[in-house]
């Protein structure tokens, strides 16, 4: 985390000072503006002195000369200016302490979740003017915020469990051999550990590729979706064949710009997620085309029954279909979220959706080269 930053040189001046002070400013101008006007008509006073309009009253009526009433005039709106800045700046005060109330809240509120508390939030009510957006908007990052943290705190804890399980499995395959040497076939145990250690490392790369697969570089050009979705079925018909999952594949011309080797990656992990979660036997249906402005890749495979809720957190890392898989080629539950990472990386989206009568439909809609 930054540091937070200094406060600037200079004396703090707060907002609310500078508001009370900019509206008693205003109001002495404006009283100015006013006073100055009546002083400037009453230059057109005449010079001489002023006699009562009834002759019967000139004895008994005193008349005040031009002079004399500019500088009552004067001396008033001295004193009603400064009167004016009093009001001013005392009920500038109070009035910018109204306006500016909600960003103490919202500010009270990013203070609080900076210290750790995510589950603080501004909830202003009232109006809907600026300040109400604007904490609206706050409130929108802390939940993205503490959605982003919750889903960093559960990957970080599945990624430790899963990593944990092959070096528990090599410790105790190693302390058995330890323990009884004599009686320990070690090319099996050998193999045993050697698979358990691809198994780990086929791990570490899969979180490696998950954390970097939102660091996609600048360069990118057209790949045509068809061909690495054909390379992908190419690489799995062994294990297809193995599994005795049928594969039909309708592959139309579908071309986007990206990084091929995630884009490689994308689809090796959907066909292989086909393959494996099928069933014994099972069938998978895989095609490409163009829709509009987007390229898409659907996979549709034969498998378990799942509600539409199980279906969408298979996005999850570390959630898988139908549990480990009990052959060496077992999945780390990381196929989808992998994909899903970078179909968003690539400005596309993944549908998860479940199959009518078992199995899963997955769609990947990119968009296309030109769109």
Known sequence: MSPR?????????SAR??????????????GAVLLFGVYVVLRFVPDYPLTAANPRDSGTTYAASRQEILEAVVGVSAA???????????GGWFLAGWVLRPL???????LVAATGDRTRRVRLGGRNDEFRQ???????MLDQLHSAAEAHERFAANASHELRTPLAVTATMLDVAARDPDGQDYPALVDRLRQTN??????????????????????????????????????????????????TARLDPATVVGEPTLLAQ???????????????PGAAVVTTGRDGDRAVLRVESTGTVLTPEAAAQLVEPFLRGAGRLATGERGHGLGLALVDRIARTHGGTLDVAP????????????PAAGA
């Open 198 to 247: 691809d198994r780990a490392v086929a791990l570490t790369e899969s979180l490696l590729r998950l954390a970097d697969a939102g660091a996609v570089g600048a360069v990118a050009r057209p790949v045509a979706l068809d061909a690495v979705v054909r390379t992908a079925l190419d690489e799995n018909t062994a294990e297809a064949a193995r599994r005795h999952v049928t594969i």
């Open 5 to 13: 930053r200094a406060p600037g040189p200079g004396v703090r001046v």
């Open 80 to 90: 009603m200016l400064v009167g004016l800045a009093v009001v001013g700046v005392v």
């Open 355 to 366: 199959r009518p009568g078992g199995g899963l439909v997955v769609t990947v809609a990119l």
């Open 17 to 30: 000072l500078r508001l009370a002070l900019g509206y008693a400013l205003f109001l002495v101008a404006a």
């Open 104 to 110: 103490h809240r919202i500010n009270e509120a990013v």
């Open 134 to 140: 604007l904490a609206d908007s706050v409130d929108h």
């Open 266 to 280: 994308l689809a090796t992990n959907l066909v292989q997620n086909a393959v494996r979660h099928s069933g014994d």
